[in-house]
C-alpha cells in the first residue's frame, strides 16, 4: 500500500482558515477530493491521511464528513481546542469515529513559542495520551527544545513531526542547518516519534533543486531511519513551490539510494503503522 501521509482538503467560503491569505490564486480556492485523485492514480497511491488547516472543531467535523464520502481518505488529523478543558469531551466524541486518528494543534502560528508549555494545555496532550491518539507536531525549528520536552513528558504519546520541522531551506547556512540538525537528531534519539518528509518545497527558495533539499532529506533519513519516516504530499500548499508530481519526483530522487524495503516504509508502511490504517 502507498500512502499520501498528508493532504487536505478545504473550501474558503466556511470562513476559518486565518492564515490563509485570501488574494493567492494557489491557495485561496476549493480543493476536493476529485481534484486529487488523478494525481493519486498517477502515482498509485492508495490512501491518504487527511489533515486538518484550520482550527476548528467544525472543519475536523466537515473534514470527517468528507472521509466518510471519500474511499482512499484512510484517516483524518483534526483540532480540538487545548486551551478550553470541555474540549475532552470533544476529543471523546470525535475519537468514535473509526477515520479520526488524532489532533494538531497549529503551534507555527501561536505567537508564543512557549504555549505547548503552558499549565493549561497539558490535558490535551494526556488525552492524547490516555485515548491513544496521534500527535502531529507543526512548528519551525525555533521550536524543536520545547517539542523535545513535551514528547519526553508524554513518553506514550504517539507522535509524528510534521514537515522535518520545517527547516528553513531558503536561509541556509552551516549555523541553521546545524541548529535544526542537532534539534531534530534530539528528537529522533530520545522519543520514539516519527517524521513526515513532506513540505521540503515550500520551504527552499523558487527554483529549487533537488541538491537543495539533500542534506535535509539525508538527515531525516539517518536519524529516524525509514520505518519512522512517512512522506506526504502537503498538497495543496506544495503547489506554491511544485506540482504533486514534481514533489514526488523530487521524493524518489531523495530516497533512490535507499533499497526497496525502506523505500516502502517511507512510502506507505510507516504512516500504515503510525495510523493504524488497515488495521
Known sequence: MKIDAHQHFWNPSRGDYDWMPMDNEVLARPYMPFDL?????????????????????????????????????????????FENPAGL????????????KGVRPMIQDIPDDDW??????QWGFQAI???????????????????????????????????????????HSDATFRFWADGMARIAG??????????????ANPGWIVEDLKPYADHVFEVFG??????????????????????HAAAEALTARLDASAQAQIYGGSAARFYRIGV
Open 129 to 171: 495520551t490516555d485515548l491513544d491518539l496521534t500527535f502531529d507536531a507543526l512548528g519551525f525549528p525555533r521550536h524543536l527544545a520545547n517539542f523535545l520536552t513535551i514528547l519526553k513528558r508524554y513518553p506514550e504519546m504517539r507522535v509524528v513531526v510534521d514537515h522535518c520541522m520545517k527547516p528553513q531551506i531558503r536561509d
Open 89 to 100: 469531551e470533544v476529543l471523546k466524541r470525535l475519537a468514535g469515529h473509526p477515520k479520526f
Open 226 to 247: 525509514p520505518e519512522r519516516v512517512m512522506w506526504g504530499s502537503d498538497w495543496p500548499v506544495c503547489q506554491l513551490a511544485a506540482s504533486y508530481k514534481d514533489w
Open 37 to 81: 485523485a488523478p494525481e493519486l492514480e498517477n502515482h498509485g497511491i492508495d490512501a491518504t491521511i487527511l489533515v486538518q488547516a484550520a482550527a476548528t472543531v467544525e472543519e475536523t467535523e466537515y473534514m470527517l464528513g468528507i472521509a466518510d464520502a471519500t474511499p482512499f481518505v484512510a484517516g483524518v488529523v483534526g483540532w480540538v481546542d
Open 190 to 203: 530520545e522519543t520514539s516519534a516519527f517524521c513526515k518528509f513532506s513540505a521540503l518545497v515550500t520551504e
Open 116 to 121: 505547548m508549555l503552558r499549565d493549561d494545555v
